[in-house]
Nanobody, 124 residues
Framework: QVQLVESGGGLVQTGGSLRVSCVASGRFSIVRMGWFRQAPGKEREFVAAVTWPAGSTNYADSAKGRFTIFRDIAKTAMSLQMNSLKADDTAVYYC??????????????????WGQGTQVTVSS
């Protein structure tokens, strides 16, 4: 089993910054870890991902230039630094891990394990 625990998030004003983090525990060999988000009434969408251990990254167009994903191999952890936040970034942010699947980095179904989610609210 793999457990993913998120931290961070919260309330920030438009243009501000926030960091969300995720720590993974359990017996596993990670292929990729990623961040998704889900706003009320919308589907869960890809934000960013990083491969393990190579560290190759992918970003959604909405995140490019504003968000940066980091990974800590020793701690099996990753973080998402979010800058220049907009009201549209308001959502529950989920950490996800891809262990066995070989699907697209952008597809929710490619990730077998998920965290509980952390709320990010950007006030205008």
């Amino acid at each position: 089993q793999v457990q993913l625990v998120e931290s961070g998030g919260g309330l920030v004003q438009t243009g501000g910054s926030l960091r969300v983090s995720c720590v993974a525990s359990g017996r596993f060999s990670i292929v990729r870890m990623g961040w998704f988000r889900q706003a009320p009434g919308k589907e869960r969408e890809f934000v960013a991902a990083v491969t393990w251990p190579a560290g190759s990254t992918n970003y959604a167009d909405s995140a490019k230039g504003r968000f940066t994903i980091f990974r800590d191999i020793a701690k099996t952890a990753m973080s998402l630094q979010m800058n220049s936040l907009k009201a549209d970034d308001t959502a529950v942010y989920y950490c996800a891990a891809q262990i066995y699947n070989s699907g697209s980095v952008y597809n929710v179904r490619s990730y077998e394990y998920w965290g509980q989610g952390t709320q990010v609210t950007v006030s205008s």
